[in-house]
T-cell receptor, first 114, second 112 residues
Framework: DTAVSQTPKYLVTQMGNDKSIKCEQN?????MYWYKQDSKKFLKIMFS???????INETVPNRFSPKSPDKAHLNLHINSLELGDSAVYFC?????????????FGPGTRLLVL | KNQVEQSPQSLIILEGKNCTLQ??????????LRWYKQDTGRGPVSLTI?????NTKSNGRYTATLDADTKQSSLHITASQLSDSASYIC???????????FGAGTRLTVKP
């Protein structure tokens, strides 16, 4: 079974819409993350959520909001989608925030904003 | 300028050959360095994790080296296989998993 899963795998939507991407991990990890991978393939962390504490990358627009109903889920909600939001979004999890802990990534959600 | 620079940007080799990918970084302070493999259409998968005090770490045919003095790391792939075709990403961690700096990756293609 997939350790970190994301839905949907593909998302095509119009500019201005609101959309959500779901993420679930069955590893029992305490920490989850959202990353954005742009067309140049750079991965950038957007959020980390550790023991109910949300750490936000200051460059992320407030149109993006993570929501964690429980430790195994961290969903990403995006308001008023813009063309520049088109990218691949990866969810990941790790046992905790410690530097030596391996992160496990989901398969990614490919978002295309038209 | 990105704090983690990888070279080459892309590389094509024949199956069975060895290759070495480079990673230079300017990130400071430095806690550990990782190499990830990312297959097309998939999320990255961790290959190696090295702390600043480690010089080398192996994972099967993958061997990573680290020189913390010169701030350089390399990933050596031995006896390449077609399944090694992927992007290889170097990641430097400053303090913890919330403070990671990613390289742009090296795109490796292994041909039969």
């Amino acid at each position: 079974d997939t350790a970190v899963s994301q839905t949907p795998k593909y998302l095509v939507t119009q500019m201005g819409n609101d959309k959500s991407i779901k993420c679930e991990q069955n590893l029992g990890h305490d920490t989850m993350y959202w990353y954005k991978q742009d067309s140049k393939k750079f991965l950038k962390i957007m959020f980390s959520y550790n023991n109910k504490e949300l750490i936000i990358n200051e460059t992320v627009p407030n149109r993006f909001s993570p929501k964690s109903p429980d430790k195994a889920h961290l969903n990403l909600h995006i308001n008023s989608l813009e063309l520049g939001d088109s990218a691949v979004y990866f969810c990941a999890s790790s046992h905790n925030l410690a530097a030596q802990e391996t992160q496990y990534f989901g398969p990614g959600t490919r978002l295309l904003v038209l | 300028k990105n704090q983690v620079e990888q070279s080459p940007q892309s590389l094509i080799i024949l199956e069975g050959k060895n290759c070495t990918l480079q990673c230079n970084y300017t990130v400071s302070p430095f806690s550990n360095l990782r190499w990830y493999k990312q297959d097309t259409g998939r999320g990255p998968v961790s290959l190696t994790i090295m702390t600043f005090s480690e010089n080398t770490k192996s994972n099967g045919r993958y061997t990573a080296t680290l020189d913390a003095d010169t701030k350089q790391s390399s990933l050596h792939i031995t006896a390449s296989q077609l399944s090694d075709s992927a992007s290889y990403i170097c990641v430097v961690i400053r303090y913890n998993n919330n403070d990671m700096r990613f390289g742009a990756g090296t795109r490796l293609t292994v041909k039969p």
